[in-house]
T-cell receptor, first 114, second 114 residues
Framework: AQTVTQSQPEMSVQEAETVTLSCTYDTSESDYYLFWYKQPPSRQMILVIRQEAYKQQNATENRFSVNFQKAAKSFSLKISDSQLGDAAMYFCAYRGNAGNMLTFGGGTRLMVKP | EPEVTQTPSHQVTQMGQEVILRCVPISNHLYFYWYRQILGQKVEFLVSFYNNEISEKSEIFDDQFSVERPDGSNFTLKIRSTKLEDSAMYFC????????????FGSGTQLSVL
């Protein structure tokens, strides 16, 4: 079974600075998808960024980018120019190629200091 | 952007009672899901549904749970006899295709079992 691990329960960053959230996963599959979801206090799950495992190029969405290291099974999220609105829980998630079930990590609570 | 709608936002029930959580997926989506998140814990997959039948379910989704798409627009999760440990946020989600990586989540129903 796939597992997703987020080793940082909490992180803090100064406004306008850059922060990196870590995620590792375990799988025997070669094709899969990886995601970062943001969960603000409203508890809605908002997709931040996604990465297809077959793509070597790291995904980027505005201030959000990932460092995908397939051999190391690592998928970190970098948030540049952090804003107060970035404060939330961030979940890393894995989806295999055959099924449609998402496996989530335990989450990292990001605090942004003004 | 289209939204997945969930009602109610909060549901309080007595242990042993039946509850039905309702979701309206995005209108042209074909695959539907329920996830749950116990407070402070990771988001967990419950079940996926396609073409009026369950396509995948987790160990959590035991005989006390059932899903239904009664009228072509609503997608419901029924818990037959609620237990204290069923208290959680329940998220509905939908996607256009089986391998489409964009999963749209609703804003959740917070279920409290007393």
């Amino acid at each position: 079974a796939q597992t997703v691990t987020q080793s940082q329960p909490e992180m803090s960053v100064q406004e306008a600075e850059t922060v990196t959230l870590s995620c590792t996963y375990d799988t025997s599959e070669s094709d899969y998808y990886l995601f970062w979801y943001k969960q603000p206090p409203s508890r809605q799950m908002i997709l931040v960024i996604r990465q297809e495992a077959y793509k070597q190029q790291n995904a980027t969405e505005n201030r959000f980018s990932v460092n995908f290291q397939k051999a190391a099974k690592s998928f970190s999220l970098k948030i540049s120019d952090s804003q107060l609105g970035d404060a939330a829980m961030y979940f890393c998630a894995y989806r295999g190629n055959a099924g449609n079930m998402l496996t989530f990590g335990g989450g990292t609570r990001l605090m942004v200091k003004p | 952007e289209p939204e997945v709608t969930q009602t109610p936002s909060h549901q309080v029930t007595q242990m042993g009672q039946e509850v039905i959580l309702r979701c309206v997926p995005i209108s042209n989506h074909l695959y539907f899901y329920w996830y749950r998140q116990i407070l402070g814990q990771k988001v967990e997959f419950l079940v996926s549904f396609y073409n009026n039948e369950i396509s995948e379910k987790s160990e959590i989704f035991d005989d006390q749970f059932s899903v239904e798409r009664p009228d072509g627009s609503n997608f419901t999760l029924k818990i037959r006899s609620t237990k204290l440990e069923d208290s959680a946020m329940y998220f509905c989600a939908s996607t256009l295709g089986q391998l489409n990586e964009k999963l749209f989540f609703g804003s959740g129903t917070q279920l409290s079992v007393l």
